[in-house]
């Protein structure tokens, strides 16, 4: 869903979407298992069916928001930052 044109990033809702997983049925796998498990079980076969130097994965990949030493560098000037703030 996170990369739909219609969601808003701003408001989007990662949690409460189930991280965004779309809801949908996949071929040959039971609907009842839950979508991460069915999910799961597409990429299994993926990998089942795949040549021996193919390999698929899934990866969550998230970037943090502003830390306090951003903002601290940002208030203090980054030759202050350097000198005194950072530890170096």
Sequence with gaps: MQDLNTTNSGTFDYLGTNFGLINQTYPGVSANL?????????????????????TYKLLFIGRHGEGYHNAEQTYAGTPAWNCFFSGQ
């Design 34 to 54: 839950s979508q991460w498990q069915q999910f799961d079980r597409v990429v299994f076969n993926l990998n089942q069916l795949a040549p021996s130097d193919t």
